[in-house]
């Protein structure tokens, strides 16, 4: 079965650099979130998307934007890097429903971004 | 939104069942409770969800206590495979929005 896929899987930045990471949400999954991952530290939820509009925002620095296309991928652009922001970032898909009861999300590989 | 309370660390040997628990005692009526596991350096996968009765799948089972203020996680037979980092997460659908926010979670050590 199709998954969710993340690109690139490995990025290294240096600080004040501008970085973007692609996800690609399973087909036909109309809901796009991001999670970013600090080194032993649980995940954090960014942003989220629905048919290409924000739903949801969470703890996501101004440095960085966020949007859905129109064929569902997303893109997360982050600016002005700084050493705290290497961690893991992923991306995860759900088809929302009709009533938004099951929120099965399914998520990608990650990225790692590792800013120097 | 509301949290969970998860042990941080739990281990269990090979071959034997593991019953992980988890509180949530603000939980709102339409919440479902959701569990993931991430292995390391993976990304967190779906492991079984429940609304208010108990659910059974090929990897797991869940228990939902009849108040839904606590849950229990259970693996039958625990392999090595499934040492991992396993989160109970709380489906905000009563606010409307779906954002997941992962508590500090159990990690699960399987001794051979």
């Known amino acids: 079965a199709a998954g969710v896929i993340q690109s690139p899987r490995h990025l290294i930045k240096e600080k004040r650099e501008t970085a973007t990471l692609k996800c690609y949400p399973i087909p036909r999954h109309d809901t796009v979130y991001w999670y970013q991952q600090g080194p032993g530290q649980d995940p954090q939820f960014l942003i989220s998307?629905?048919?290409?509009?924000?739903?949801d925002k969470g703890s996501i620095p101004d440095r960085f934007s966020a949007q859905q296309f129109s064929d569902y991928h997303s893109e997360l652009n982050m600016s002005s890097l700084e050493l705290g922001d290497s961690a893991l970032y992923f991306c995860?898909?759900?088809?929302?429903?009709?009533?938004?009861?099951?929120?099965?999300?399914?998520f990608g590989p990650g990225t790692r971004l590792t800013v120097t | 939104d509301a949290k969970t309370t998860q042990p941080n660390s739990m281990e269990s040997n090979e071959e034997e069942p593991v019953h992980l628990p988890c509180n949530h005692s603000t939980i709102s009526g339409t919440d479902y409770i959701h569990w993931y596991r991430q292995l390391p350096s993976q990304g967190p996968e779906y492991v079984i969800h429940g609304l208010t009765s108990n659910v059974n799948n090929r990897m797991a089972s869940l228990a939902i206590a009849e108040d839904r203020k606590s849950s229990t996680l259970i693996l039958h037979r625990a392999t090595l495979r499934d040492a991992a980092v396993y989160y109970c997460?709380?489906?905000?659908?009563?606010?409307?929005?779906?954002?997941?926010?992962f508590g500090t979670g159990t990690r699960l050590k399987v001794l051979a």
């Open positions: 995860a898909s759900s088809p929302r429903g009709t009533s938004g009861s099951l929120n099965e999300q399914y």
């Open positions: 997460i709380l489906d905000g659908a009563t606010s409307g929005t779906y954002k997941y926010i």
């Open positions: 998307f629905y048919e290409k509009m924000q739903s």
